[in-house]
C-alpha cells in the first residue's frame, strides 16, 4: 500500500489543493519574471511565456492524477516529467528568469520518483544545469553573469537534493508506517474473527450441554417411564397411574427448561430455592423414577454462593444421576453429598452400581460435559469406578471468584 492510499483518497485528494496553489504561484511569478526581463528582446518572452504557459494543462490533465497517487503509476510519472522537462527546458533557453520554475518541477520529480532517489537526482541535474548552459551557448552572455548563473544553479541542485531527500524520507516513513497501520488493522479484523468463531464455537458447546443436561435428560427418563407403564398396564394399574402422572410432571418439567434455556435463563430448578433445596429435589425424583434409594448429606455452612458455581453444581449432580438410571443397574442405591467448605464447594454422587473400567468408560458427552463445566470456572471434575463397586463422581469447585488469566486457561 502507497503512502497516498493509506492516507485516504478524500483527505489527500482535499490537503492536495495546496500544493495546486504553490504550483500555481510559482508558475505565475515565473510568468511575471518571463515578461519583464530586460532582456532578450519582446519575441523570444513572449515565446518563452507561452511555452510555459503549455506547461499548465498538461499539469492539470497529466501531472496532477499521477501526483495525487503519489506516483503509483510509474509509466505515467515518467511521462509527465519528460513532458514537463521538455517544456520546461526552451523557454529556460531563451530567458534566464525562467529558471524560477524550478521550485515547481523540484517538488514533483521528488513526490513522483521517491521510490527511485537516484533518477530523481539526475532529473534535478537536468533542471538546474542543462538551462545555463543552454542559456549561455544562445546568447554568449558575459563571464560574469554566467559564472553567477551557474552558481545560482549549484545552490539550487543542492537545497533541492537536500530538500528532495528529506521529502523522500518523510514519504518513505509514510508509507511504513501505512503498511504498518494496514496491517494493523488487517490483524485487528483476523483477531475479530477468530473471536467470534471462538465466541460461536464456545456458545455452540454451551447450548449443546445444556441441552443434553437438561432437555435430553428429560426425554431419557420420559422413554424410561412409558417402557415402565407398558410392562404395569395390565397387573399393575395403581402403579402405571403413578408413572403417567410422572410422565406429565417430567414433561412440564421439560417444557419449562426448555423455555428457560430459549430465554437464556438459570436452571428452574434453582428459581427461589437453595443448592442444596434443588440438589433434594433431583434427589427425590430419582427415588420416584427408580425406585432405588436415595439420600442426600449437606455438610458445611449452607450459603449464597455465586450462580456460575451452583449452576455448574446443579448440572454435575442431574448428569452424575441420569448416568446412575441408565448404567448403574436396578434399584442400585445413590448417594448424593454436598459439602461446604471456606473458598470451595464439594459435591459427590456415589451409586452401588455396576461400575466399569475408567481406563475406557469415561470417553462419554455427558462426563466430558461435567469436566468442562467445572474447569470454565476453575474446578475439578474426577470420576472413580471400578467393575463390581460402583461408581463415584467427585467435583470440586472454587466459590471465589478467580482472575480472568486464569479463567482463560486451558481447563
Given amino acids: 500500500m502507497s503512502a497516498g492510499s493509506a492516507r485516504g483518497g478524500d483527505e489527500w485528494t482535499n490537503g492536495f489543493l495546496r500544493w495546486d496553489a504553490y504550483f500555481a504561484v510559482v508558475y505565475g511569478c515565473t510568468l511575471v519574471f518571463i515578461l519583464g526581463a530586460a532582456a532578450p528582446g519582446p519575441g523570444p518572452r513572449a515565446a518563452a511565456a507561452v511555452l510555459l504557459t503549455a506547461s499548465v494543462p498538461w499539469y492539470i490533465a497529466v501531472g496532477r492524477p499521477a501526483l495525487i497517487v503519489e506516483g503509483e503509476d510509474e509509466r505515467r510519472s515518467l511521462i509527465y516529467l519528460t513532458g514537463a522537462v521538455a517544456l520546461f527546458l526552451p523557454p529556460a533557453f531563451l530567458v534566464g528568469e525562467t529558471r524560477l520554475a524550478t521550485f515547481a518541477l523540484a517538488p514533483q520529480c521528488f513526490m513522483l520518483l521517491w521510490m527511485h532517489m537516484r533518477r530523481a537526482l539526475v532529473l534535478m541535474a537536468v533542471i538546474n544545469l542543462v538551462p545555463v548552459v543552454g542559456w549561455g551557448l544562445l546568447w554568449r552572455p558575459q563571464a560574469d553573469d554566467v559564472f553567477f548563473q551557474a552558481v545560482f544553479a549549484v545552490v539550487t541542485l543542492a537545497f533541492s537534493a537536500a530538500f528532495g531527500g528529506w521529502t523522500i524520507r518523510i514519504i518513505t516513513q509514510s508509507a511504513e508506517r501505512a503498511d504498518l497501520i494496514a496491517e494493523l488493522n488487517a490483524s485487528r479484523e483476523e483477531v475479530a474473527r477468530l473471536s467470534a468463531e471462538r465466541g460461536a464455537l464456545s456458545e455452540r458447546a454451551r447450548m449443546s450441554r445444556e441441552i ?9 427418563s420420559l422413554l424410561m417411564l412409558v417402557q415402565a407403564v407398558e410392562s404395569e398396564l395390565d397387573g399393575e394399574p395403581d402403579e402405571a397411574r403413578r408413572h403417567l402422572a410422572l410422565m406429565a410432571r417430567t414433561a412440564r418439567e421439560n417444557l419449562a427448561e426448555a423455555r428457560a434455556l430459549v430465554a437464556g435463563d438459570g436452571p428452574t430448578g434453582l428459581d427461589g430455592s437453595s443448592l442444596p433445596d434443588a440438589v433434594r429435589r433431583l434427589v427425590a425424583r430419582h427415588h420416584e423414577q427408580t425406585g432405588a434409594a ?7 455452612a449452607v450459603r449464597a454462593l455465586p450462580a456460575g ?92 471468584p478467580l482472575p480472568a488469566a486464569a479463567l482463560r486457561s486451558p481447563a
Wanted: hydrophobic content about 35%; charged content about 20%; proline content about 5%.
Fill in 212 to 220: 443434553h443436561d437438561t432437555l435430553a435428560q428429560g426425554f431419557t
Fill in 294 to 300: 436415595a439420600s442426600v448429606e449437606v455438610t458445611g
Fill in 309 to 400: 458455581v451452583e449452576v455448574v453444581a446443579l448440572r454435575a449432580c442431574q448428569e452424575s444421576l441420569s448416568n446412575a438410571r441408565r448404567h448403574a443397574g436396578p434399584a442400585a442405591p445413590v448417594t448424593v453429598s454436598l459439602r461446604y467448605a471456606p473458598g470451595e464447594l464439594s459435591l459427590r454422587v456415589r451409586d452401588e452400581g455396576h461400575g466399569f473400567g475408567t481406563g475406557a468408560g469415561t470417553g462419554g458427552y455427558g462426563l466430558a460435559g461435567i469436566r468442562a463445566r467445572a474447569g470454565e470456572i476453575g474446578g475439578t471434575a474426577d470420576v472413580r469406578s471400578t467393575p463390581g463397586n460402583g461408581t463415584e463422581v467427585v467435583i470440586t469447585l472454587p466459590t471465589a
